[in-house]
């Protein structure tokens, strides 16, 4: 499947289940940014578009899943969001002040968005990595267990790396030429219907189609019943923000 099919039919599940992001990570990059003008890649059903109009006065957006688009549309209707893709956006030069990627960045080609970005961007413009990610816990291990039996594409990493520790080594020595990194907490608590609508939503989940899809929800539900105080999870996560220049 095309990566950026990955996500059809899964903007309903993303668009309620998936959290959001701290409003002071926000506030903190409006502080480091030198301007209003703002695109956010890979702006998925608008979840982190949407706090970006809380800060800055002209955001925009590109998303090339054609659902999760539609539900972006729905949701922002004032905001414009192109269907292309952040390694060929077809928008202006020197259009931008700041470009955001809110956990996003491993669907790129780092290095042809890196060129796309430097396109658009002003000479003083910045970009913002950020990434809604979960600490270690016998939850979490035993969630990604489950992940890494049933659905072939799983993992547990980010910025296209297999692991956690490799895209952060990768995003702080090799990637930006200068970068700040920063982190906010943001807890993320769950009932049943929120976490089984969150996996729902990942790109790798199995859908209703798939043979094994009963016994990876099955599963996954077992998971959470074992870790669920009163209905409800509290899963740690972070929001982590590289923020730099190329």
Known sequence: MNNRELFSAKSEDYSKFRPSYPEAAVEWLKSRTGGESVLDVGAGTGIFTQLLTCFFKKVSAIEPNNDMRK????????????????????LPDDSFDLITVAQAFHWLDAEQFKLEAMRLLHPDGKIAIIWNSTLPCDFNIERNDVCRKYCPRFRSGHAGKHSPAEGDAFLR???????????FANPFAMDILTFEGNMRSRSYALTPEDADYEFFMTELRDVFERHAINGIVNEMQETQIYFGCF
């Open 71 to 90: 539900k972006f549309t729905e949701f922002l209707p004032e905001i414009y969001c192109a269907g292309t893709t952040g390694e060929a956006t077809g």
């Open 173 to 183: 020595y090799n990637y930006f030429r200068e970068v700040e990194v920063i982190s």
